[in-house]
């Protein structure tokens, strides 16, 4: 289908970073349906409607005819330590530090995927790619961790709770996007279809949270019933960031390498800025701007390697 490595990487390295706009949209439209239904009640209901939503995509396409037991469990692992774990974590961090914030933690999957690559699957870069990582990952810390500027007092800018328990959910949160991308690397980079590794990965993790919700235990039940408003949010959000996201960081994966695929695909903060300027009607600080443009330069280095 393309003319070689040198016309392939790019395709794929565009794929991270439509994944990363993906979330950027999506981690604002999650903000209230989590607040409502809690961070395990929102991502098993999120992940529900994904599920069927990626059923009928395979099943129309015929892409699961050919999917070996070997990749299927290696996927399975993938989905329980990638979403079950990562997204549940994720979520739980949105509901004590926001969307600006927990997109800086969740960044720093990009040099956690970048180290695990380079140790576990041998992956090696150029200087250039390494510093282009580095500078991504910077930038991105410098931009949602900067003053939030005139949109500090709005409500997607409030801290509920500990901050350092937050910042730890929000390590282990982006531990467990590194760890997933990690997995699946193997299987995605022989040309499996996206759509049905997206399916495997989701379908597991909603396996696993529906028998967490059945434990008696109130913390991972639903914090309220579900109302049309919240599932019109979540399941607009679940199909942005995980029918159409997650399939394009997938298709990366089948020919990008893991540190730069993570590293792209870590740039929603950087592009959520913009969004949040129109959802909240303030300006994000210099500090913001300041770190969107070093994550730019990184970005070009790693196109430019």
Avoid at 39 to 68: A, C, E, K, M
Avoid at 86 to 92: A, K, R, S
Avoid at 224 to 242: D, Y
Wanted: aromatic share 8%; charged share 10%.
């Amino acid at each position: 289908m393309f003319g070689g490595k040198g016309q392939d990487l790019p395709i794929y390295e565009l794929a991270a970073l439509g994944a990363a706009i993906c979330w950027a949209v999506t981690g604002l439209m999650s903000t209230p349906a989590v607040a409502h239904l809690g961070p395990f009640g929102f991502n098993l209901y999120r992940q529900g409607t994904v599920t069927v939503v990626l059923l009928v995509i395979v099943l129309i396409s015929g892409q699961w005819q050919g999917v070996t037991p070997a990749q299927a469990g290696t996927l399975a692992v993938s989905g329980v330590v990638g979403i079950f774990l990562g997204d549940t974590m994720l979520f739980v961090t949105l509901t004590r530090l926001g969307p600006r914030r927990t997109g800086a933690l969740f960044a720093l999957n990009a040099p956690m995927a970048a180290v695990l690559g380079w140790a576990v699957l041998g992956e090696e870069l150029s200087k250039l790619g390494w510093m282009g990582v580095f500078l991504c990952a910077a930038g991105v810390g410098i931009a949602v961790l900067g003053r939030p500027g005139r949109s500090g007092t709005h409500k997607f800018e409030a801290v509920s709770g500990n901050v350092w328990i937050g910042i730890g959910f929000g390590l282990l949160a982006a531990l467990g996007q590194a760890m997933g991308s990690l997995i699946a690397r193997p299987v995605m980079e022989t040309g499996f279809d996206p759509f049905t590794g997206s399916l495997i990965r989701v379908a597991v993790a909603v396996i696993c949270l529906a028998l967490l919700s059945s434990l008696p235990i109130p913390r991972v039940k639903p914090r309220a019933p579900l109302n049309m408003r919240v599932f019109l949010l979540l399941a607009g959000s679940g199909i942005i960031a995980m029918v159409v996201g997650m399939s394009l960081l997938l298709f990366a994966l089948q020919g990008g390498k893991v540190g730069i695929v993570s590293t792209l695909s870590a740039l929603s903060p950087v592009f959520i800025l913009p969004v949040l300027w129109i959802v909240t009607g303030a300006r994000p600080s210099a500090a913001s701007w300041f770190g969107a443009a070093i994550a730019t330069l990184g970005m070009a280095m790693i196109f430019l390697r």
